[in-house]
């Protein structure tokens, strides 16, 4: 799971500040990525009752690591080019882990 702290480095934030917002960006980008691979993700163990479950890796945190960066560094959509929903390189990490529909 993605922590406060790999964001504030990620970002390379030196302040408390905007703690508060970072951790709203952590919450809201765990559930983009849950969303887009269809799956719930779950830290140590995927239960028995969920076949479609998927354990917490370095990729998906990676993932949720630039999508943070991301909306971080584009609080406002100004220009075309800043409106991107998902930064690249989070789609090719999270592609192998994302249930496609038939």
Known sequence: MVTLEQVKHQCRIEH????????????????HVQMHLDR??????VPDDDPDGVIDNPS????????????????????ESSMTEMPLGAYHLLQPYRRMGI
């Open 16 to 31: 408390n500040d905007e703690d508060v917002l970072l951790a709203g960006y952590i919450a809201a980008a765990r559930d």
């Open 40 to 45: 719930t993700i779950y830290e140590v163990a």
């Open 60 to 79: 998906i945190d990676q993932a949720t690591l630039l999508i943070v960066g991301h909306w971080y560094a584009h609080r406002e959509a100004v220009s």
